[in-house]
Structures are given as C-alpha cells and as structure tokens.
C-alpha cells in the first residue's frame, strides 16, 4: 500500500512547518479581496498560519502577511481577521 504523502506549509507567524490541514489559510481573491478560507481550496493568492491568537499577531508586526498577499491590510480588516481566528479556537 502506497503512503499518500501530506502537504506541509509554513507558518508565517512562527516559521515552523505543520501539515497543510492544521493551518488557516488567508487569502488575497483575484477581485483583492482578502478572507479567511477554512477548507483551503479558494482561488487567489495565499498564505498560513497557525490556528493561534499569538501567530496571527507575530505575522501581522512582521508584515510578513501583507509581504506574502502583495497587498497593504488595514486596521479593520485585522481586527476582522482577529476575531474570525478567536472564533475558530473557540468551535476547537
């Protein structure tokens, strides 16, 4: 029997890598619009980070969010993110 093998992505809040289905995957849509996709399968440009509080806010200092989307994300659409991955954590 064959071993299927499982995507590993990088977080970009901590750099470690984790198996692709444990992340959250934000993304940039090609219309620019920026989202949380949570079955990771929506077309655009995108980028993980671990399911933390505390990756998303080490990502978001670093700009390595913005830098890895192309794209500048103000203050509301974090606070909108922020709350999306509180709420995730919390269903967990």
Do not use: H, W
């Amino acid at each position: 029997m064959v071993k299927k093998k499982i995507p590993m992505r990088t977080c970009l809040g901590c750099n470690e890598k984790k198996p692709k289905k444990e992340m959250i995957r934000i993304v940039r849509s090609p219309e620019g619009i920026i989202f949380i996709d949570l079955k990771g399968k929506a077309s655009g440009r995108g980028c993980y980070i671990c399911p933390t509080i505390e990756c998303f806010e080490n990502a978001i200092k670093a700009k390595s969010i913005e830098r890895s989307l192309e794209t500048n994300i103000d203050d509301q659409l974090i606070e909108t993110l922020k709350e999306q991955i509180l709420s995730n954590e919390e269903s967990e």
